[in-house]
Nanobody, 119 residues
Framework: QVQLVESGGGLVQPGGSLRLSCAAS????????MGWHRQAPGNQRELVAV???????TYADSVKGRFTISRDNAKNTTYLQMNSLKPEDTAVYYC?????????????WGQGTQVTVSS
């Protein structure tokens, strides 16, 4: 089992920046992917960015060049640096970590943190 705790959301003006953090505890040795998703009211949850161990990162087209995902494996933490924020980035952001144990994949979700971009 993996437990996730997110932090860093809030209200920011258009063009501003925020950094989200997601710290994992528990069976962290088995984590091989760390990522962020978001869900705006009335919309489905969508992938924002994901970092896979030993592989490249992937970003949604809508955030490329503005958002950066990073990870500190020693701290079992992933970060999402969000720059040049737009009102359409307003959503609840969820971190997700994926483990692989004996060939079985499990996904774990954070509790979600609200990001609101508004003047």
């Amino acid at each position: 089992q993996v437990q996730l705790v997110e932090s860093g959301g809030g209200l920011v003006q258009p063009g501003g920046s925020l950094r989200l953090s997601c710290a994992a505890s528990g069976s962290t040795f088995s984590i091989y992917a760390m990522g962020w998703h978001r869900q705006a009211p009335g919309n489905q949850r969508e992938l924002v960015a994901v970092s896979v161990s030993g592989s490249s990162t992937t970003y949604a087209d809508s955030v490329k060049g503005r958002f950066t995902i990073s990870r500190d494996n020693a701290k079992n933490t992933t970060y999402l640096q969000m720059n040049s924020l737009k009102p359409e980035d307003t959503a609840v952001y969820y971190c997700r970590m994926t483990t692989l144990v004996l060939g079985k994949v499990n996904h774990y979700w954070g509790q979600g943190t609200q990001v609101t971009v508004s003047s």
